[in-house]
């Protein structure tokens, strides 16, 4: 479901002047949680940065280094958006296999991992950096954030692509 996510914004983007590339976008969304298994089966890591150890070893490394930004962005907070963006953006809407809000995403989150104020406290500010990025993607995008999931069902919406 992050793909399909990922796909309606990336093509988005790319509509609009943002051209990214797709098929890393779709890899990098397909194979974002790939760390995961390991970690729990290991009860220690991060699942991120496990990910992107396993992509490398692979000699997948431009999935890899998007792949390791899709629970914190590194870099400059204003930089061009890119392929690891619509990642992260696309993780932030999907609970399991269903297409939700930030907010939803986020009280998912908090029930989940809130354990502790500082957990809290840290899942407040991914939230907040989570906003400021959904407005930046939307202000290039000619569709709203609660469209995404009726795009994802019709891709070719008539009254979306300015058909008549
Ligand atoms: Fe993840």
Not at 39 to 46: D, M
Not at 78 to 95: M, N, Q, S
Not at 141 to 146: A, S, Y
Request: glycine share 6%.
């Amino acid at each position: 479901m992050v793909w399909e996510v990922g796909k309606v914004v990336a093509e988005g983007l790319s509509r609009n002047k943002h051209p990214l590339d797709i098929n890393l976008v779709r890899a990098s969304c397909l194979l974002h949680d790939i760390g995961k298994y390991l970690c729990i089966l290991e009860g220690r890591g991060y699942h991120d940065i496990r990910g992107q150890e396993i992509l490398d070893s692979e000699g997948l490394t431009d999935i890899g280094r998007i792949v390791v930004q899709h629970v914190v962005l590194r870099g400059e907070k204003d930089r061009p958006l890119a392929e690891e963006h619509v990642l992260f953006y696309a993780d932030k809407r999907v609970v399991h296999d269903e297409i939700v809000t930030l907010d939803d995403r986020f009280v998912y989150l908090e029930k989940t991992y809130g354990k502790t104020p500082e957990a809290i406290k840290r899942l407040n500010m991914m939230k907040e950096e989570t906003l400021f990025l959904e407005r930046r993607i939307f202000a290039v995008l000619d569709f709203m954030p609660m469209d995404v999931a009726d795009l994802v069902l019709n891709p070719l919406h008539p009254a979306l692509s300015g058909a008549p």
